[in-house]
């Protein structure tokens, strides 16, 4: 079976690693991997119940993540694919073909990170504080199975779009099964009314020259006997019981801000969810919201180093919209320094939280977590 | 210990992926990826049971496999390696060393499919329907680990013969214990007699210029805790309670053919499987056979594509020779569209199962699948 | 986000495999794979408890270990790191980034076999005998995560020194928590007295010129719920129940010796280890030796292939130093043939255990094991 098929190939290296590529351009192969290590004290997650306020504490300095990245295309330049691997835990996370032959449609197969929030879309390596707000355990779809169709739709200055439609499984990362008939349906619709868009990456890192702004508005509906999802794959929020096929029926929500200008940048979400249990018939309204800020202060004083960032997040979760004092905040402040932008960049940062509920005291912790997150 | 031992090598690409060489031909790594995409309603795994057929429907889009493969040489040109995961399962399928410096003459070391089948021993990509038969669940001996002594004795003409005699630990993939003493004994000759070997892959798709033909015959012997294998290692056949070390003793016999000819593809294979279960002293015999034709209808009709090929299958399984009245059928129907050989390819397909049973009434069910199997 | 930042890189091979590096040496990226095949009779494990000799035997055949390597470097040349990954058992077991820019003060991030013994560093596919010996599983810290500052601190002559210093999380490999505000903390001294270092490698398989030796002490202090860690991450020796958090504090003391020269080596080892349950205030103290010695014939009988060495090991380990009569030996002799250095070697090895104990009869076992170590 050894075939006389041969192309002569090259190799480079770029941001994407290394990369191999025929002459032709027909094939292509980028390899690269990303360790991210974190010390944390007292704890590293974020609290999720009244109880984690008084576990013991137990500082810890660990390997957050380590992911391999393959991405490459075949064939044609616009048919490209692209895998991920988060090494530690082996868990294949995305795993996808894209042909992207127009701007205007694509279409992307397989399993990835649905487009759903900027705050999970965004890799865990181009982040602007150590890890994502505390409403994304609650909000986010994290990754699913299925096809999409997507593209932007450019006019003339403030008639530039960006959108998203998909059809997806809808039981989570690392599923083989569907529970029921029911699929879930998603689309985003993304207004950049400035004319130009926002790459999906934290941070105004690249110093824009000219301003560049996005509104979005996301929907989502699902039925599955799961009530969040992460890269674990379909769990429950607390409070809700592991749920049979079809037994939670999901409408989610979201209206995103994002704004980037010469080293400042903006973003924002807010957040409705509904859960409808069709076991005992009973709805519940979650409501949640992040609003975050970062800036290169070497922009306004010059003997600040250039490769700097503070930034900070403001957000809130709100378990039952029907029970106002059920409350939990995060206040949290950041400091980046960009050794390579975000391919090689250290973050310090102090987080405070707030939990509030009608039957219990408040409780507050403060953390703090340094972070170097470097890519090869 | 920075050694200074560094050879110039080179980069290009083949249909083994790209390929990575010393120029001294001692070295080569060749890396490659393989996605398989597949829709299927009402469901996608063949029936197994009577239940299978009255369960809720589930359709379903999944990544039904995702395949990462290494192989090459080292040190000598004949000095061969491959490695294949399966990333989605992050399972290691194969591994292995083969020492191939005369062709009559090679071995294999390590885990690998046993060649005791066709239609298992062809890669799930090079595949003529969307998956393997009715009858591969029950009669594979799937991926096993040990050593084989193998090759091909070509005289003039009918005189070609290719040879498989296998020593194997016999408790399936990713097994790290032997139970008993025994090993299991595999052994296969496979004539070839108009003096061409046709390859291990579904269809003519090369459309031969010549005829190719085979007749095998294998035979395989084992002592273990299992009465079946598949991917996931040992396992049970319907009705085979699980078993402690050494309780089944199984012998297995296939007459195999196959015919390439101008785009037109034949294969079959006849099945008998005794079974010994020594807790209980039963014996029983399991029967099975699938026939498989295929022709790319551009041959005679012009007007049709190229790459367009047709194909269909009969299976038959029989649980247990002494109850005529038990046997479960298979009917399919499939069309490809070979957009890069089996490369990448899109495959629709259409099968017709009937069960039946001495004590049950029979069933129906008739599954659809569509099917995109691409390697980069 | 395509980035026009690509920069030319090469290609080549070495005893890393193949390499690939960019032109202005920023950038450099190894892929290396290893297979380690072994037959065992009557069984490949070193007996743990007195029931071990007495089990049923089950010779086998097996992939003992399936290796997948990448190193390289990232940014400048001494910003390293380091990936290794046991592919059968779907373990990462290396991660790690490295600071060399000073030889006597570097860093390590990640996780990693702790430097504590000389034995269990050096690679599973550098050692002189089929495997690490009968105390290695009860002295070994094996991986941990955390960080360690290690150097060599070279003056004239015999004034030559290496050293390591390492804070862990010291709850064994792929560990994501710290069961409690303890770390562990390592220290190794080693003293090059002959000016020279003898790189962690089994044998003098270079045959070296001039001798090197080295005396290291090491010493480690941990608490945790574990008594032992192995690959598999944190455990329990024979006799010790699962531990709650913080329940043993384990001290160790380690005296190592090594000597290289003309194709002699020798390596030895002394250990003591004090387990403090915490739960039941009990005190126990365990000891342990090996000593292992190699030469390669033909440095006096020039008849003898130059590619082999023959090796011997003697073991003993000591459950409870205050009980005398419970003692386990091993004494082992084995035969390497270096095909290409330790990247391809064949070892036929043949060992006698003995186990006393004051209240069982002494058992023994003789077992002889066969491996091909390969590295492509």
Redesign the interface.
Known sequence: ?E?I???????????K????A?GDKK?E?Q?A?R?Q?RFATPDDQNPVTFNDFTN????????NR?R?K?G?H??HPWLK?Y?E?E??Q???LD?R?MIEKWPWLKFK???WKVEFTRERFISSGEQQMVDRSLINREFTLDRQ???TAYGNLAGRGAANFSYWLA???GTGR????????K?MYFGRLQWNFLGRVI?F?GGDVGISEKPAALIALAAVTNTSPYTRFSQSGGGQLVGYEPGS?GQYKIDQYQLETAFNYKGFSWVSELHRKYILNKGTNENTTLAGYYVQAGYFPHGIISGIPEKLEIAMRLSEYRPDLSIKANKQQEVAFAVNYF??GHK?KLTAEITEFTFEDKDLLRQDETRIRVQ?D???
């Open positions: 079976q075939k098929d041969s192309t002569q190939a090259t190799i480079s290296h770029s941001s690693g290394f990369v191999f025929t094939f192969l390899i991997a360790l290590f013991l504490n137990s500082r810890l300095f660990k390997i380590s391999l393959i490459g075949a064939y694919y895998f691997y090494l530690g082996g868990n294949l795993f073909v197969f397989g399993q199975q299925g096809i059809m997806l499984t690392a599923a083989t099964f569907n529970d029921d008939n699929l790459p990456s096929n050794f390579q090689n170097w470097i890519s090869f």
